[in-house]
């Protein structure tokens, strides 16, 4: 009987620890202050949609290491509000997505040197590893012109949820509708070539280096500048909207 009991306490043990939101650590009011005044997203958010917006994230948080680099030694709770609330963002249209791949979060200071690109970097998604690395002063002037269609947060968790997208045994993968991503895709590749051939586009030129880098510049202009994005190729917003199944400009006054 005892052998029992240890059996099963063992087992339900190994489903909380497989469900770690049943153990999620909840948002101290103070916490929900500081999105309220720092977070624009959250800021525009219906009370409902601020309550789905701070359980989402408590559950983003849960699991996931945030890892200080070079002088970063202490990671402050602002550090992983504004960074868990950019994937909460992000993936807002999808209840449970939560980019668990990516477990790990490396913070510099500022730009950082690469030994494998010999190049200073401003951030950068590592799949092998799920490692999501940010430059903390790249990061927060992302946020400083929140209209400006450039911000590192949105732009590294763009590339994350892509590669999300792909990768298996995640409990999360394909759950981006394959023919939205096809209309998606086919209208991309038209954008990249035109950014590529030097005629005027509305997105910047690092849009242009590949696909992958396409959708995280796309995406930064999408939450940023929606309705300029909107104006400048319709079809384009269109399936990106169907895509991350929300639309910025509910909240984003023109
Ligand atoms: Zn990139």
Known sequence: MYLFYSLLHKILERIF????????????????VYLENNF???????????EEFVSKLEMVLKGRTFIGRSEIRVITQEM????????????F????????????????????????SKQYHRGEVNPRHGIIV???????????NERDGENLGIHEIAHALKLENIIKGNDESDFFDLSTYMDYKALAIEEVEKI????VSFFRSAGGINEHEFFAVALENFFERPHQFFQYNSKLYGTIV?????????????
């Open 17 to 32: 620890q497989r469900h770690s939101y049943l153990r999620r650590p909840k948002l101290s009011s103070a916490d929900k």
């Open 40 to 50: 624009p997203f959250y800021q525009r958010l219906n009370p409902n949609h601020k």
């Open 80 to 91: 992983k509000l504004l960074i868990g609330a950019t994937i909460v963002m992000v993936t």
């Open 93 to 116: 249209g999808f209840r449970e997505l939560r980019l668990p791949h990516f477990s790990k979060i490396l913070i510099y200071p500022d730009t950082y040197y690469s030994t494998i």
């Open 134 to 144: 940010l430059s903390w002063n790249c990061f927060l002037r992302g946020y400083e």
């Open 196 to 199: 590529k051939s030097g005629q």
């Open 242 to 254: 169907r895509l991350l199944r929300q639309d910025p400009r509910v909240w984003i006054k023109n």
